[in-house]
């Protein structure tokens, strides 16, 4: 019987981009299907009065995501994260990196159109539910990224870098057993490294 995730993510977030390359990985070693959902840390963080210079960039890239969505689907969510994360992540281009939007949106061929959600606050209702959708399973004491399996959500697992073939199956089978395990909440010890894009 095919298992199933749901994935919370913000593409801004390293960490979240490491865990999704992870989930990949799992569904070529087990059988389990993912569906993706979008989360916000702009959303996260909005009562905190020091904002930092990023943020209206941040909630722009998850306004265009969302838009893209109710468009054209849930199934370009991960083609479009993916061309994201590429340029965000393994390129080291960043999330105010020139052409990020453009070139993602046309690599997952979306129109650029879709440009114009992140300067509007026409999406903000859709991407606040989507946001709080996974927040509410996990709590608020987290980011991204979220993962529920099964009934159970979580912040994480954040790995570096991502497991891949069988040592990524043997995760996803450790995630498994501890989200059928009634009252567990965490593990956690301090990183002590950045993430590894390989």
């Known amino acids: 019987m095919t298992a199933s995730a749901d994935f919370w993510f913000d593409p801004a ?16 070693v087990r059988d389990v299907t993912t569906t993706w959902h979008v989360m916000s840390l702009a959303i996260l963080n ?26 054209h689907g849930n199934a370009v969510l991960l083609p479009l994260y993916t061309a994201l994360g590429n340029r965000i992540h393994v390129e080291g281009r ?3 990196g020139e052409g990020v939007l453009e070139e993602s949106l046309a690599e997952a061929g979306l129109p650029a159109a879709l ?8 999406y ?9 959708e996974g927040m509410d ?3 608020m004491e987290v980011g991204t990224p979220v993962i529920a399996v099964e ?3 979580f912040f994480g697992p954040v790995v570096t870098p991502a497991p891949k073939g069988e040592a990524a199956g043997k995760l996803w089978d450790g995630v498994r ?13 301090t990183r002590d490294r950045g993430p590894v894009f390989d």
């Open 94 to 96: 960043g999330i105010n």
């Open 46 to 71: 909005e009562e905190r009065d020091d904002h930092d210079a990023n943020w209206q960039r941040k909630l722009g890239i998850v306004r265009v995501l969302i838009a893209a969505e109710q468009a």
């Open 115 to 122: 440009l114009e959600a992140a300067d509007s606050d026409r």
């Open 177 to 189: 057993l501890v989200a059928g395990t009634e009252g567990f909440f965490e593990i956690k010890r």
């Open 124 to 132: 903000d209702d859709a991407l606040r539910k989507s946001h709080l």
């Open 13 to 28: 977030c390293p960490w979240a981009w490491m865990t999704s390359r992870w989930m990949l990985e799992v569904e070529q």
């Open 151 to 153: 009934g159970t959500a």
């Open 137 to 139: 399973l996990v709590g």
